[in-house]
C-alpha cells in the first residue's frame, strides 16, 4: 500500500480486519510506502504492515508483491497505477482516478492491456459498497422503482465555513485539479450512474469560490477551486439527475444524500445515517403508502450476514472492508473488479463536462461516450 | 355551549366550520354560556354565538336548544350533563367526563337511560379523530398488525418544569381530581382501549409529585397532584400496555406517543406529529421492512377527503371539527355516538385503579368491568 | 371574494376564522362571485358569505364592498384587479401575480398608482406566514445565520406520477402560463427572496417535461407545460440559490424544502412538517452544535400566541389566516400590504429568466431590477 | 479470550485493532480458549489470536498471560473470574456478572481482593463507551440537564415475534438466568446508573411471557425467562425512571433508548442511531429552544478524535474498542477500570429486585446498597 494518511489508515483498516469477516483469499499486509521514513515505519507498525519503504518504484516489482493499493494524492494516481499495472500487479487505487482527463484515460487504457493479461485493477468508489445502497441498487435493478425520472444528489459538508480557515493544497487547483467537484460531487455522479446502471448524455454546471483568498504563509492566498457546484445530467434513459456539492453546507458534516424518484417507488438515503434506507412502494395501496426506514442490518442485506446481529450498525470504515473483499473475490475468480478504471474515467468525463459548461456560463455540454471506454456490464 | 376558556375556544372553532368541510345536519351556534357577563358576551361575539347567558339551567331548558356542549370545569360536568339528558338535550362533555367515579357512574347511568328515550350523549376524547390514529384502529381491526402483545403510551408535556411556575386551582386535588393522571393518562388510556377494542383487567401504578410547594398568593402552597404518573395495564387480549404521562418532560411540548406491536406488524404514532402515522408490515420480506411514514392526508385516508389535497396538513383543533362531525351524524341517526359516557367511565376506572394501586405500593390491582356498564361494540 | 374552487375553499376558510383568533378591524363577508348560478349560491353558504353573484364587474362597483380577493383563474387575474383597484377596492390576488409578464407589469403599476390614492394590494404568497418560516425570516434578520451562501429550495410533489393521469388546463401552455414552474417554483423563489431579503440578478434554468403525451378526451394530448424545472439563482449578496421542483417526486406530497446556510448558522424548513423549523447556532462551542427541531406554537412565536398552548399545532390552511389578518391590519393603519404586486412581479420576472434560460439551454442570463419597480423594505 | 461466539468475535475485533487507533501498552493476542478443538483453532485464525487452546483453567495460570477476557456464557463467569483474579490475572468479563446474585457477591469480593494486590477488573457495560453517552454523561455531570426528575429507559427488540421460532438455551431459566430482564434491562439500567451517577433506592416491577411453550426438539417446550419487562425505579437524588424492555417489539431491532429530563435541559438518544445524541438546553431563550440532533464525530467528542473526520460515523462494535482501550490505560496506570465488579452487583441487585418485586405483584421494594459495596466515585 501506498501513502498512510486518511486513506492509507481507513485501507489498512479494510485489510486488516477482512478476512476476520469475509471468506477471502489467504494474504499478508506486506508493505507500507511512504515519504518519511520515520512516518512510514510508525504507520506500518501502527497499521498492522509488515515492513515499511520509501520506494514506491522498488516495492511495485517485488515479487512477493502480487496487489498494489494506491492511496498516495492524486497527481501521483497515474504513474503509479501504470508502472504496477506493467509490473503484473493487480491495482487499486483510491478516487479520483487521476486529476486531469489526459492521466485517467491513460490509465483506463493500460487497465484495459493489463486485463487481457489477468491483471486486474480497481477504482475506490467506496460508497458502492455502503449496504444500504447496495441494497438500493438491486431493488432498482429488480424495477421496484419501475421508470426513474427524477434524481437528486447531493453532497454537503462544512469544513470551509470559516473564511480565516488556512488556504491548503486541497484549495490549490494545481495540486487538487478541483475542490468540491472532483473530492465529493464525483461521488454523487459515480452513485447515480451506479444505481441507475445509466450514462451521461447532456451536462450543465455551475461552480463557485465563496472565499477567494484565504491567509496562508505568508499572506493572503488566492483559492483557485471551487467551494460549490451545481449540476443537470440529462441520463440515456431519459432521467434527470441534479448535482449539487458543497464544503460550506454549515452543519452538514458528511451528507451524501440520494433521492430516486422513478413512477413505481422511491429511495432516499443520507450518509451520515448509512445503516438506513428510505424506500417507498407506490404500488401498495395509496393509503399505506410511506417512505420506510429499513434499518439495513438484516442477514438477507448486502454484505450484512459477516456482521453482527440486527440492528447493530456498522461504520462508515466498513465500506472499504467490502471494497477490499469484493477486490480479493475478483481476483481469485479472475474476473474485473467494479467498478472499472473506465467507470473511473466516465466520472471524470462528466466533471470536466461541469467544468466546461461552468466556464461557458452552464450552457449545456453534449456528452458521448467514446465506444471503447464503455464498461462491461457489472455483475450482481 | 357551556364554557369559553382553552376548550370553549375550540369547541366553537368546530361548530363554525364543520358545515363547511362536512356533509352535517343544519345547525345554528345558538347560546353560548359562561359566569361573566362581560367575558361571555365577548367570547360569544368572538365565536361565533348569536347570543350569550350566564344561566346555564335556564338555557337548557329552552324549547330551541337540542344539543348542550359541556366545556364547563369538570365537576360541574355531573350536575349539568344529567340535568340537560333530563331535559331532553343531547349532550357533547369534555373529558374528564367527571372528577369523581361516583359522579362519572351517575352520568354514565344518566346516559343509559336517556338513550332509550333517544336522546344520546358523548364524551370528548377528541384523539380519537386524528385521521392517522383513526387508520391505526382500521389497520388493527383488518387484522394488519395480527394479535397484539406490547403497547406503549406516554403523553409527556413539560409546562411544569419550573419549580417556581405558581400554584394554580389545576394542582389542587380539590379541584382537579388529580394531576398528569387524569389531564393527560386519560387520552393515553382512551387510545389504548379504542385502537385495540380491548378492556383493562389489571393496573399496577405509580404516581409522583417532583415540585411538592409552590408559590401561591400567600407564601408556598402544596401541590396535591401528581405531576407524573406510571401504569401497567393487563389486557383481557393478553397484552401489557404501559402508560406514562409527565409534565416536566423538558422539551416535550404535547407529545402523546403511541407505540404497538403486534406479531404481523406495528403502530408509532406522536401527537407533535399528527398528520404522520408510522406502521411496519411484518409480512413483506424482512429485507423490505421498515416503519413507513405515511402521511395521512389522501382522500382514502379517514375524514381527509373533506380537507386540502394530499399533503397539506390539518391542525390539532379538527380533531374536534370530527368529533362535532360524528357527533351530528349519529344524533341525526339515532345511533349512540362514540365514545360513550360508559366508555368515558371506563377510562376513570381504570384511573382510580391507578390511584388505588399507587397507595398500596404500586400493588397489582384486578379491574372488573361490571356487565351493565359494557359499551355496545362500536361501528366502524 | 371570486372563485371557490381549492384557493376559494381556503380563503373562506381564512376569512370565517381570523376574527376569532386575531383583533382585526371589523368586516362581513358580503358576496361570492362565481360562473355558475347555483353553484356559487352552495359555495357561499358553504362557506359563510352572505350572498352570491355571477357578475364580478357588478359586485366590485359595490358601495358596501371595500375588499375584493381574487381566487379566479391566473388568466382572469390582471382584468379583475386592475378594475377592482380603479374601482377603489383594496385588492387580494393569489399567485402567481398573472400568466403573463406583461399582465403583471400592468397590474404592479395598477397598485402603485392605486396606492398613491390610499388603495391597497396584496399579492397572496401565503407561505410567508407559515410562523416557522416567519421566525426563520427573523432570524436571520437578527443575523443569527451571519452571512448567508449556500441556499437549496426545493418543490417536491408527485400528483403526475401516473403517466395515464388525464390531460387538464393545467398541463397547457396556454391555459396555465407554465407547470412546476409557475405553481410551485414560485413559492420556492419567492420565500428565498422573502428569507433573504435579497434581490436575484442571474439566473441559469432549466424544463422538462417527463410524459409528453396524456390521454385527453379524444385521444393523446400533448403536455405543454413542464413537469418539473430547475435553476440555479444569484443573488445579489453573493448567495446562490439552487432551486428544484417536481410533479412527479413519487412520495413527496407537498415538500417545500428550504435549507439556508450562512457562516453563522443555518435553517432546514419542510412544509410536510410545517410546525416545525431547524435550526443550527454555529457560534455556540463544535462540541454541542446540532440541528434543533423547534416546535413553532410557543407564544413567543409569530401568530402562535393567538392559537393554542404549546405544542398543539396548527394546519397549511391558517397560512391564509395570517395573510388575512396581515392585510386587514395594514388596511386599517394605511400602510402597503407585504407581499405587494411588485413583490409578486419580480418573481414572475424570475420565472421568466428561467425559462429564457431553459430555451437557451441553460445559459445564465442577467436579470436586472427595473429601479421603479423595486419595493419598498417590508416591515417586521 | 474465553470464548468466539458473538461477544468474542466483538471483543477480538476490540484488541485486533485498539492499538492502531489509540494509544495504549504493547499486547499481543496469546491464546483463544474454547470446547471445540477445531473450532477454537479456526476461530483464533480468523479472529487474530496466536494460538488456541481447550483448557482454560491451564491458560489463565501461563506466565505469559496477564489479561483474561471472559465472553464465555453467563453461568462460567464466576468460576472463571475468581481463579483468574486469584492467578493474579486483570480480568474483563462480559456483562451480565453472572447469573445469579450470589456469584456476583462473590465476585465482587474477589475483585476487591485482587484489586489490593494491583490486580484489576471490569465489567463489559460497553454502551459506557458509545461517544454519545460518554458525551451525555459530561453533559449531564456539567449540570447542563439542571435537576434531572424523569428519565425514561427502553430497549426494544423483535427476534421473539414469531411463536415458532424455537426453544434455546437462552429461553430456560436455568441456563439464561433470565430473558430480556439480565439480557437487555441490564444495558437500560446500568445506563441510567452511568449517566445520573446515582442509586436505586425503590424498585416496582412486573415480568411477562407472551409465547409460554416453543418449538422444541421432542415437542413443545416452556420457555421460563420473560420476553419483556417493565420497572420504576426510584432513585437516590429524587429522580423517578422507567425501564421497559422486550424482545417482541416488532421492528425494533436493537433500540436501547434513553430520555433524561431535567430542570434545565434534556438527553435524547436511540442505539440503533448511536452516532446522533439529542440535546435540549432550556436555559436558551423559549423561542429558539430545540432538541438537537448532535452528530458525536467531532474532535471535541469523547473517542472521536482517534477516528475518522467529522460526519464520519463508526459503528456499533467499537464500543467495545473503547472498553478495551480505557481497561488497558487503567491497567497501566493501576487504577480501578470503570465500571467495576462492584457496578456489575450493583445492576445486578437491582435485577433481583424487579424479579422480587414482579413475585410479589408489582409491589414496591426496598434496595439499600450495602455500604461496602459503593463504589468509588468514578473518574472523568
Known sequence: MIGYAFMGKAHSNAWRNVASYFDVPAFEQRVLVGRDPAG???????????????????????????????????????????????????????????????????????????????????????????????????????????????VRAAYLQDWLVDPESPMTWRLNKETAGSGALGDIASHAIDQVLFLL?????????????????????NGPEEVTVDDAAWATLTLASGAIASVEVSRVATGQKNSLRLEIYGDKGSILFDLEALNELGFLDATVPVREQGFRRILVNEPEHPYAAAWWPQGHVIGWEHTFTHEVRDFLLAIASGTQPSPSFEDGLTVQRVLAAVEESAASKSSIIQLTTPPETSPRPEGA
Open 40 to 150: 512510514v515505519a510508525a504507520g506500518a507498525e501502527r497499521y498492522g504492515w509488515a515492513e515499511s519503504s520509501t520506494d514506491w518504484r522498488q516495492v511495485i516489482t517485488r515479487e512477493d508483491i502480487q496487489i498494489v493499493d494506491i492511496c498516495a494524492p492524486g497527481f501521483m494516481h497515474a504513474e503509479i497505477a501504470i508502472a504496477a499495472l506493467a509490473a503484473g500487479k493487480h491495482v487499486l487505487v483510491e478516487k479520483p482516478l487521476a486529476n486531469t482527463l489526459a492521466e485517467a484515460e491513460a490509465m483506463a487504457a493500460a487497465a484495459r492491456t493489463a486485463r487481457t493479461e489477468g491483471v486486474q485493477s480497481m477504482i475506490g468508489f467506496n460508497y458502492r459498497r455502503v449496504p444500504a445502497l447496495a441494497l438500493a441498487r438491486e431493488l432498482i435493478a429488480e424495477g421496484r422503482l419501475g421508470t426513474v425520472r427524477h
Open 197 to 217: 446502471g445509466d450514462q451521461v448524455t447532456e451536462v450543465s454546471g455551475r461552480l463557485h469560490t465563496f472565499t477567494t483568498y484565504r491567509p496562508g504563509r
